[in-house]
T-cell receptor, first 115, second 111 residues
Framework: DGGITQSPKYLFRKEGQNVTLSCEQN?????MYWYRQDPGQGLRLIYY???????QKGDIAEGYSVSREKKESFPLTVTSAQKNPTAFYLC??????????????FGQGTRLTVV | QKEVEQNSGPLSVPEGAIASLNCTYS??????FFWYRQYSGKSPELIMS????GDKEDGRFTAQLNKASQYVSLLIRDSQPSDSATYLC???????????FGTGTSLTVIP
């Protein structure tokens, strides 16, 4: 089945620890995105990537890092510099072939909690 | 000013009624508009996309777009309890690189 897989579903981070969230897609999409969702604030863009080996900061990139070494994969690292990382993290992808008409499709999300 | 604005609700309608969800956007160059449904604790699911002025119907759902007024809406006819969710409006910016999301409208359909 084609889709976007995020893992793990739940993740617990200790203070001062870096953690990496996985996002893999088999839709052959060029563009991938990471969003953070907090209650009452909608989705906020962290990073996005249009092609392999290239990515751009979104609105709230501080304390996060990404890589795009393969078309299928776009992992997000939440570093210790991110002071309030508890949130629901969503990975999405879209096809650049359809230009501005392309829809974004989401993985099932990772819920990160600081303990 | 936020890129995309929605009334947060909550919006409650009786079963069988029409639910009307509204969204405005700030970037006049936006070209693509989407409605997502998000159940509690789950990820957003695409339910409608619209690119041209006017109405687009898909089953019980109708999306309406008015680019002059920078307004997009979603009508849900014959609302069902299973429609109870948060509905997110999204806009693809004029450069096509980013999706901007509203904060969502919470809908409850009362049996």
């Amino acid at each position: 089945d084609g889709g976007i897989t995020q893992s793990p579903k739940y993740l617990f981070r200790k203070e001062g620890q870096n953690v990496t969230l996985s996002c893999e897609q088999n839709l052959n999409h060029d563009a991938m995105y990471w969003y953070r969702q907090d209650p009452g604030q909608g989705l906020r863009l962290i990073y996005y990537s249009q092609i392999v080996n290239d990515f751009q900061k979104g609105d709230i990139a501080e304390g996060y890092s990404v890589s795009r070494e393969k078309k299928e994969s776009f992992p997000l690292t939440v570093t210790s510099a991110q002071k309030n990382p508890t949130a629901f993290y969503l990975c999405a992808s879209s096809s650049r072939d359809r230009g501005n008409s392309a829809e974004a499709f989401f993985g099932q999300g990772t819920r990160l909690t600081v303990v | 000013q936020k890129e995309v604005e929605q009334n947060s609700g909550p919006l409650s309608v009786p079963e069988g009624a029409i639910a009307s969800l509204n969204c405005t956007y700030s970037d006049r160059g936006s070209q693509s508009f989407f409605w997502y449904r998000q159940y509690s604790g789950k990820s957003p699911e695409l339910i409608m996309s619209i690119y041209s002025n006017g109405d687009k119907e898909d089953g019980r759902f109708t999306a309406q777009l008015n680019k002059a007024s920078q307004y997009v809406s979603l009508l849900i006819r014959d609302s069902q309890p299973s429609d109870s969710a948060t509905y997110l409006c999204a806009v693809n910016g004029k450069n096509g690189n980013q999706f901007y999301f509203g904060t969502g409208t919470s809908l409850t359909v009362i049996p």
